[in-house]
Each structure stands twice: as structure tokens, then as C-alpha cells.
């Protein structure tokens, strides 16, 4: 019973003991003692593509590759850090909110400090990604491949302001465009890689665009006017957005009320063949860059050889001559006239 005795109180002696070296044992826990992360999970920049790649090199030494889109940013001295998660209690040199210079000569980067002190510094590498359909473009003329019975010579390039009878005169014939100016923006670059962004089709110092009619005296059904805007309406006047998807070659204009163009292919300068046989070739010269668009036109086989043919029941191809300007042009503000 004595040995029983002595055993509990030695028990306890060595529990005080040991309650009074560490009241808490889980101090170090709680302090962060433990703690030699020092890790960034996850960073986005202002205009940034994807998803950073992070790769921690070593214990003090990480890299951080990433694609930013410079049409997606004011100022690459600037780019603020709209994303910035870091392992458990650590810190950075740069803060969410903060910003980093990618136009100094020095390399930017960012140093992530544990709880316990110790430190790895990542290296920013930037790609930049360049959008190539963004900027500034004039129009300089418009081209339609159309007809009924190609192999009979029914079809035809035509260019739509030389046929001046076929249309309205005026303020609105198609020679309107020809000081108008189409700026493309972008804004963001999806998902899927595809990007997409504002266009604004502004109506120059006249303030016109074409309205696409084709006039009574010409059409060959005697309905009145026709109004061929369906055909070939297909940049919006005004504010519009515009996707631009890489796999199948394609750009698409879509109106401020959700109404869809059917999609483009952005011609470069070269010779484009329409149509060949033995005897016959059509081509269309494309001077600097051109949109194409497919026109859902239908055969009419009564009215073979006309231009009410090729140009109003039976187009196949729209084409929107464009030049695009140098990165330093500016555009007249008397020109950026907007629909009321």
C-alpha cells in the first residue's frame, strides 16, 4: 500500500514539474514556430493570360512565368496585383493591390518571407501577349463575290460603289464609310485562349454610314426598296463586341442588342480566287487586309447576268477593304461620331 502510494505522488511530481517548464505545449503551434513556408499559391496581374506557372527553385529562390496582354494595361511601369495568396502566415515584399514595373531594366520580383524569418525571393518572367487585330482601321472600299450558275459566268466581283445606280445617293450611299474609322479593343483573353473586346465603328466627319439599300428601279421582283442590311450590315455601326476564336480562324461582331454577324476571316494582303474553271477565273486583290463574310444568298436563275443578282437575291461573299494604321496614329476627334 506504501509502494502505491509513493508511485502516485512521484506521478505527480514529475506532471507539476513538467507544467511548470511548459504551461501550454502548444505554444510553438500557436506562435508559428513550426512555420517555415514561405510559398506563393497563386498570383494574378492586371491584363495577365492564364494562369501563372509558379516553380519554386529552391529554398530562397523561386520563378513565376506569366503572359500579360499590354492592350490590357494603361501603364507596364504600373501593373497592379489583382490576386496574391501566400502560404499559411507568411508575407510579401509586394502586397495584393500593389504594383510591378515590367519597363525597368531590373528583373521585378517578389520576396515571401516566413514566420520564422527565412525568405525566398521569386523572379517575375513576362511574355507579353499581343493581340493582333487590335488597333486602328480605315475602310476603303467594298467587293462582293456573287451570282447564279458560276460555270454559266453568272457570278461576278463586283465592287458595290461603282454600281452608284444600284444604290441610294447621298449621305448614305457606300462611299459614306469610306472616312469612317473602326478602332478595335481588347478586353479580355477567355478561358479558352479565344479573346474578345469592343469595337467602336465610328461614322467620321460626316456622320454617315451606307444603309444598305438597293433601290426600286433595280429590283427585278418590283417590291420597292430592298433593304440588303442583313447582307451586309455586318459591323455594327457604333459600339459592338467582337470574339475572336483561334481555332476555327474566325471573328464575330456582336451588336449592343445581343444581335449576332455571322463570322468573318480577316484577309491578308494577297490574290484570292472566287472561282476557276478552264475558261474562267474571278479573283478578288486584297491591297493591305480585308474582312470576308459569308452572305447567305440563294440561287435566282431567272435573273442570270444582273447585278440585281450578285448584288441583292444571290451575294455569296461580303468583303470590307481595311487599312490598318500605325501604332502612333491618332484619331481626329471630329471623326468619332457615334448613331444617335
Request: with cysteine; charged share 20%.
Amino acid at each position: 500500500m506504501n509502494k502505491i502510494i509513493y508511485w502516485i505522488l512521484a506521478a505527480s511530481t514529475v506532471l507539476i514539474g513538467l507544467n511548470s517548464c511548459k504551461e501550454n505545449p502548444w505554444d510553438d503551434v500557436t506562435d508559428g514556430g513550426w512555420n517555415h513556408e514561405r510559398t506563393i499559391l497563386d498570383i494574378k496581374l492586371e491584363g495577365q493570360v492564364g494562369v501563372a506557372q509558379i516553380e519554386n527553385t529552391d529554398a530562397t529562390t523561386g520563378i513565376i512565368n506569366l503572359k500579360v496582354a499590354p492592350d490590357m494595361v494603361n501603364d507596364m511601369s504600373k501593373v497592379h496585383i489583382e490576386k496574391l495568396s501566400l502560404s499559411y502566415q507568411a508575407e510579401s515584399s509586394v502586397d495584393q493591390g500593389g504594383i510591378i514595373d515590367f519597363t525597368s531594366s531590373v528583373i521585378p520580383s517578389i520576396t515571401v518571407t516566413s514566420k520564422m524569418g527565412e525568405t525566398r525571393t521569386y523572379t517575375l518572367s513576362m511574355s507579353p501577349f499581343i493581340e493582333t487585330i487590335t488597333g486602328i482601321y480605315t475602310i476603303q472600299d467594298f467587293y462582293v463575290y456573287g451570282g447564279t450558275g458560276a460555270s454559266y459566268g453568272g457570278t461576278g466581283v463586283v465592287r458595290l460603289s461603282g454600281k452608284g445606280s444600284c444604290w441610294t445617293t447621298g449621305a448614305t450611299k457606300p462611299s459614306a464609310e469610306f472616312d469612317n474609322y473602326i478602332v478595335l479593343k481588347l478586353t479580355e483573353v477567355m478561358v479558352d485562349g479565344n479573346t474578345t473586346g469592343e469595337c467602336i465603328n465610328y461614322g467620321g466627319v460626316d456622320a454617315n454610314w451606307w444603309d444598305c439599300i438597293f433601290v426600286a428601279a433595280q429590283n427585278k421582283w418590283n417590291t420597292g426598296d430592298l433593304d440588303l442590311s442583313s447582307f451586309y450590315r455586318r459591323i455594327p455601326k457604333g459600339k459592338s463586341t467582337w470574339v475572336r476564336n483561334y481555332a476555327e480562324n474566325t471573328i464575330t461582331f456582336i451588336a449592343e442588342d445581343g444581335t449576332v454577324s455571322s463570322s468573318c476571316k480577316l484577309l491578308e494582303t494577297g490574290t484570292y480566287t472566287m472561282y476557276s474553271n478552264d475558261s474562267r477565273n474571278l479573283i478578288l486583290n486584297v491591297p493591305n487586309q480585308a474582312f470576308e463574310f459569308d452572305v447567305a444568298g440563294k440561287d435566282n436563275w431567272d435573273n442570270m447576268y444582273t447585278d440585281f443578282n450578285m448584288l441583292a437575291s444571290s451575294p455569296r461573299k461580303f468583303f470590307i477593304m481595311i487599312t490598318k494604321q500605325t501604332s502612333d496614329f491618332v484619331l481626329p476627334e471630329d471623326s468619332k461620331t457615334l448613331p444617335e
